[in-house]
């Protein structure tokens, strides 16, 4: 176990590689207000992609332009996770001085729970989010609704969660990011996607978590970086023990398209490639240790 953390351990880059669970699971265990969930869905069809999309980069923008001018104006990566550190750590030390409200169990990579209210409100949009999403026919479809629906409603979460310092509040941002990102993956919009996947990786709790690993892969290897979608997809099956119906049973459902069922292949040839690696370092590390 000691040696996969050690194996696992990395820092975001900006300019390389890096990933919660998947974000229509997390709506199973949050406190959700479902009146306004699905019947409100219609509220934001209608709307064109490119509008969403924009609409999202720009509160986007706001969430990278306070990591930034947190880290001194800096776009350097670890000096950035550095910030973010040092920020969750005052977090924790406040909480416990003031019995304020916590990840309850001192781990500052847990983060800080937004008040209830407006964790109903975020849960409400995501759950909508996610809703809205699923009504696209495939992956692989020209339908932009869901995704436009989608992203609005992704666009909207944020403007809830303090900007400022959303990473604090962990778990909604991480979730935020993800679901957009998923959306962006869904609709062509890759760079916009990778962009949000980047910013997540800041976001203590997410670095190690299948799901983001796996989107992160997708989305390179889309782009044509198979060397960084080789990493990325490699970690994610890694963290799943190999199970690869854990990443890739949802995509070979009956009823995928050919190009589907292509590309996921060679998602599940690049993940074997990228987890053999990783082995072959764990045992690396574990003849280390014997030494």
């Known amino acids: 176990q000691d040696s996969k953390a050690q194996t696992m351990a990395t820092t975001p880059a900006l300019d390389d590689s890096s990933p919660i669970t998947e974000p229509s699971s997390q709506t199973e265990h949050a406190t959700i207000n479902e009146g306004p969930s699905a019947s409100k869905v219609n509220e934001v069809t209608g709307i064109r992609l490119d509008e969403a999309v924009d609409a999202y980069e720009a509160q986007l923008n706001q969430w990278w332009e306070a990591l930034e001018s947190l880290s001194g104006g800096t776009k350097d990566a670890e000096e950035m996770c550095r910030s973010v550190d040092r920020v ?3 977090e924790i030390r406040g909480n416990d001085d003031d019995g304020g409200e916590g990840s309850g169990d001192g ?23 996610n809703v809205a999403l699923e009504k696209s026919p495939s992956p692989s479809s020209k339908d932009e609704e869901g995704p436009a629906a989608s992203l609005k409603l992704w666009s909207k979460a944020m403007t809830i969660v303090p900007p400022d310092r959303f990473f604090v509040y962990a778990s909604s941002s ?10 962006l993956q869904r609709s062509g919009k890759l760079e916009e996607a990778l962009s949000s996947l980047r910013l997540a990786m800041f976001v203590p709790g997410t670095i190690g978590t299948p799901y983001a690993h796996y989107l992160m892969g997708r989305v390179k290897m889309e782009l044509g970086d198979e060397d960084g979608a080789c990493v990325e997809l490699g970690r994610a099956l890694y963290l799943v023990d190999g199970e690869e119906g854990e990443l890739f049973g949802e995509n070979c459902e009956e009823g995928a398209s050919d190009q589907e069922r292509e590309i996921t292949n060679r998602a599940k040839d690049l993940a074997r490639q ?14 280390y240790d014997d030494e």
């Open 274 to 287: 990228g987890m053999e690696s990783l082995l072959e370092e764990e045992a690396r590390y574990a003849s």
């Open 174 to 183: 991480s979730y935020i990011l993800l679901g957009a990102a998923d959306a």
């Open 107 to 129: 781990d500052e990579t847990v983060g800080r729970k937004l008040p209830a209210a407006v964790q109903v409100d975020v849960d409400a949009l995501s759950l909508r989010a």
């Open 88 to 90: 969750m750590k005052e």
